[in-house]
């Protein structure tokens, strides 16, 4: 990713009089904000170099990887700096969580309101697939209602997809505003699932609505 030597950082990147920048390590799918940590030109050469993010620690005055004793590492997906070029946005895939405290962000700790979290809408597809994912693995069909609409196979899962777009649009012609968000909520579950059984992500629609926003433009 970077055109310099390996542990070299791009030249543009300004670092403050101690040689550091702050770096913001964003989750690539589902936009949490995940941490705040420091670079030097090292650490930001190595994280764009090796594609898994490395910091610098004021504390103990040292280079550390991220993950390299817990293996809650941090694969990077992409990098940017912001207009003044004076800080640095990190999007990584996540192997574990992002927090010492085991919590999927660093920030956690409710100041005012709500941030992030389960209640964050960007986040809940992408947790619902993830959660799909894992019911997916398991070789029991009877463990759950996931697993046993996966085990029925794909002709089952349009089936329920068809029905469950069905009761969206009775529930729009209606006018019945909770019953749509309930049978929309029904609809994106079973349409995940069918996703998955068909071996298609998340990330695939999303760079397909992309690549359209893309052509508009």
Not at 46 to 52: A, F, G, P, Q
Request: net charge negative; with cysteine; glycine share 8%.
């Amino acid at each position: 990713m970077s055109a310099a030597g390996e542990g070299d950082s791009p030249q543009r990147v300004r670092f403050d009089a101690d040689g550091l920048v702050p770096a913001i390590v964003q989750d690539a799918e589902t936009g949490r904000v995940l941490t705040l940590a420091w670079m030097n030109a090292e650490s930001l050469g190595r994280t764009l170099d090796r594609d898994e993010t490395w910091f610098w620690s004021r504390s103990r005055g040292e280079l550390w990887h991220k993950g390299e004793t817990s293996g809650n590492t941090q694969q990077v997906t992409g990098a940017a700096t912001d207009c003044d070029d004076d800080a640095v946005l990190v999007a990584v895939r996540p192997a574990g969580p992002a927090c010492h405290t085991g919590e999927d962000t660093c920030f956690h700790v409710p100041l005012k309101g709500v941030v992030g979290g389960d209640a964050a809408p960007f986040a809940a597809l992408p947790d619902l697939e993830a959660v799909i994912r894992e019911r997916a693995a398991d070789a029991d069909p009877d463990s759950s209602y996931t697993a046993s609409l996966i085990a029925r196979g794909v002709d089952t899962m349009c089936k329920k997809v068809g029905e469950e777009a069905t009761e969206v649009a009775i529930a729009a012609k209606g006018g019945e505003r909770e019953q749509l968000i309930y049978e929309s909520a029904d609809l994106l579950y079973h349409l995940v699932v069918l996703w998955q059984t068909m071996d298609v992500r998340l990330a695939d629609v999303a760079e397909e609505l992309a690549s359209r926003r893309r052509e508009k433009g």
